[in-house]
Structures are given as structure tokens and as C-alpha cells.
């Protein structure tokens, strides 16, 4: 092993000799590990680096607390780290955070479950908090079934009446507004062909492998240098199925070189050809959640029930 930089070996020690004084002589490696990484975590990187001189470390300290006794490995800590004698004690809060610049009556929250099923109990989680925070800001709660998936998490045409009931039971009153995404799909898909046409997207037709392994070489996919009329053209024939399942997905353009590999050219909408339990087989073309949320944020006139609007 080389050297570390005094700095960071005096951290490792007053986090190896606080751990032998905690536990009886008795110290981890991975609790002073972690404790290390949570005061510095720039070392988060070097972990691999420091678990031997950790080690090291933590094997003194238990040592001098085998010879010395605990109070010596408290004076140590006296004198060089006395921070690290100090309880932390954590202000306790009762009830939720405050919403930083809300105001009331106008605090909207939205509660987006996939109706394949019943509400689980981390589902009740979500209710819950946001129920809570409609009530401390007088605001509402959109119900918005997330049901655009019609082969992975196809809906369970039950599912949206027992989830209704008991978001009811657990909130302590109805949604205030609930929305389907199916019943905005002309909406999304009308955002989609703007988007081919303005040449924000294009349509894939490389399969994941490769596409994946563009995304880790940063390179730019060659189906995305095609024209705006190319890839119209090619959105038809997923639409009329002309292209099957698997075999095309429109990908929104972002740059290939963006630090975090999943926004890269990320997929939009792509081809699934189940009979979904509202609209049938209308559909061929469903958007992925990503899209479907942007579509929602940027155009609020999308939260408009399609029943509000006739």
C-alpha cells in the first residue's frame, strides 16, 4: 500500500478509535467505513484504495483498547477528534416537512399508481403523504391511473375501482380529480408526431443490445440522422402495424455525451399490441412513463379529464 494524505488518515483513526470505544474494543471495518464516506464522500471512489488502511486501522484501535482500556482510547479522542464524542442527537419532528414556496389553495399533488392490481402497502405510503400535505395547504390530489402498458403491466380492468376504495379509506375522503392516461393517448401521440416533425425525435429501429452499446461508446445511433419525413413515415407503420412489437421505438434527441447514460436519446413511446381493457386495440403505439409525465407537466391543459372537456 502507499501513502495517504495526513488528512485522511487522521479521519480513518478517529473513526477506528470512536468504533473500538462504541463496541468494547470490538470495531468493524465496514461501520468506520461507512462513517468515513459519510463525512467525506468524495473517498466514496477510493473505497477500494482505503479498506486496507482501514483495516489497519481499526486493528490498532482494537488493540489499544485490548491493552490500554477504553479510557485511554477516550482520552485519545480528547485530544485529537473530540467531535467524535459528541452525540448527535436529531431534532425529532412531529408530522411532515413544510412544502418549501407553497401556498394555500394551490398546492396540486398527484398520486400515479399502474391499476394491474390492488394497492400495495408502499402504495400506502403515497396516499397517505400526499392526503396529508392536500389537507395542510387546502390543495387536491389527482388520482392518475398510469395505465399505458398494456403487455408488462397490463390493467386489470378491476383494479381501478378497489384502487379508488382504498385510496378513499386511507386518505379519509375521494380523490380529488381522477384522470386515466388512457384516455389522453391522442394527446400524447399528437405531442409525439410534433416532436418527429420538428425533428426533436426519431424513430430506432436498432435493437436494445446495440443501442446500449452506443450509449457506453457515446456515439450517435444511425438511425437518428434520418429526416423529419423518414421518420413520419416510419411512425405510420408503427401505427398501422406494420412494424411488429420490438421492432422500432421513437427516441426523444438529448446529446449521446450526457454524464448520466439513461438520458441519452431516451426511448419515448414504443410498439405493444395487447388489448387494453379500456380502449381496446385501438392503439398500437403507447408512450413510456417519461414522455407521458413530460406531456402532463409542460401542457397542464392535460390534466383535463376527457370528460371535463365534452
Known sequence: MGELEPDVVALLRKYALQNALEYDGEGQVG???GRV??????????????????AKQVEEANALAAEMGLEHIRSLLESESPDALEKKVKERREGLATLPNAENGKVVLRFAPN??????LGHARGVVINAELA???EG?????????????????PEAYALIEEDFTWLAGKAPDRILKASDRMDVYLEHAIRALN???????????????????????????????AENVSLWEQMNDGSIQPGGAVVRIKTEMTLPNPAL???????IQHGDHPLVGERYK???LLDFLSAVVIIYKESLISSEERT
Open 31 to 33: 461501520s468506520v467505513m
Open 37 to 54: 464516506m459519510g463525512e467525506n464522500p468524495d473517498l466514496r471512489s477510493r473505497a477500494g484504495e482505503l479498506t486496507g488502511f482501514i
Open 115 to 120: 391499476p394491474n392490481g390492488p394497492l400495495s
Open 135 to 137: 389537507r395542510m395547504y
Open 140 to 156: 387536491e390530489v389527482i388520482l392518475r391511473f398510469d395505465d399505458t402498458d398494456t403487455v408488462v403491466k397490463r390493467p386489470d
Open 198 to 228: 420538428e425533428n426533436h425525435a426519431y424513430v430506432c429501429e436498432c435493437s436494445g443490445d446495440d443501442f446500449k452499446q452506443f450509449r457506453i461508446d457515446k456515439t450517435e445511433c444511425p438511425c437518428r440522422n434520418r429526416s423529419s
Open 264 to 270: 441519452r436519446d431516451w426511448p419515448a413511446l414504443r
Open 285 to 287: 403505439v403507447w408512450p
